[in-house]
């Protein structure tokens, strides 16, 4: 019997169930804490005055106010609000929430 293949939307499904008790990501030796995960029926385009000329999608936020971003080419980043650039965290939004632990 083969298994089922968990779709991006179960995974956030269930990482947002879980965000109470797993909530952390560790992004080469920087610790997030997360305080939000948007579920994918959620997901808008992100329009600001900063963000111009660019395709990403706010999916979540950390505690320190950073937004972790779906980009056009499926991987997530971190944009930090400190320096306003955007760091790679996960090839995809199903790589990322493996992460969260």
Do not use: Q
Request: glycine letters at 8%; aromatic letters at 8%.
């Amino acid at each position: 019997m083969t298994e089922r293949t968990v779709t991006v939307e179960e995974a956030v499904v269930g990482a947002i169930n879980h965000l109470h008790f797993k909530r952390r990501v560790d992004v080469d030796g920087l610790l997030l804490e997360l305080v939000l995960l948007v579920h994918p029926d959620g997901w808008r385009p992100l329009r600001a005055h900063w963000w111009t000329g660019k395709e990403a999608y706010i999916i979540g936020a950390d505690i320190a106010g950073n937004f972790l971003l779906r980009l056009k080419d499926g991987s997530v980043g971190l944009w930090n609000h400190d320096d306003t650039e955007v760091s790679a965290v996960a090839r995809s939004v199903r790589e990322f929430v493996a992460l969260i632990n």
